[in-house]
């Protein structure tokens, strides 16, 4: 008789392929199932947030660049108000009358009829300056003004 072997329990393999008949259990896995309304809301919410971060952000930016402006419209303002202070001291008559003797300039005010008044700025610039909208102020008997 012959002597029996033992049968090797062990498994063959056969180049990464399983034997016929078997289930892939990783592709029957049981696990968790996320229903499709869920997903679509955290999705939802999920932009939401991106939404108002991106929102809030700017906004912030936004109020960070008024200030800024803000502070640079203030800046300007001063200067302006600097300026208007010293072209005011320039204009003053006793600086006119010492910019004039430097100068050596002999000026003297206007006669009545050298100057022109104009009643309607508008109306004279329609009429491209005419003198038709022009008069002069003569001095009256009673020591008024009269216009003609």
Known sequence: M????????????????????????KLHAEGFRMPA??????????????????????????????????????TLRRQVAGEEVRWNELISPRNL?????SQR??????RSDQVIHIRDMALWEA?????????HLDRRDDGGLRVQ
């Not at 930016?61 to 800024?68: E, P």
């Not at 300039?105 to 206007?110: A, G, S, T, V, Y």
């Open 97 to 101: 009358q010492a910019a004039l003797t």
């Open 2 to 25: 012959k002597k029996q072997t033992k049968k090797s329990t062990a498994r063959r393999r056969t180049s990464g392929r399983s034997a016929p008949g078997r289930k892939n259990k």
């Open 127 to 135: 009429n491209a300056g005419q003198l038709n909208v022009v008069g």
């Open 105 to 110: 300039l002999q000026m003297d005010w206007p």
């Open 37 to 74: 309304t869920l997903s679509l809301f955290m999705v939802l919410v999920f932009g939401l947030g991106l939404f108002y971060l991106w929102f809030s952000s700017r906004t912030e930016a936004l109020g960070r660049q008024i200030k800024i402006e803000e502070q640079s419209l203030d």
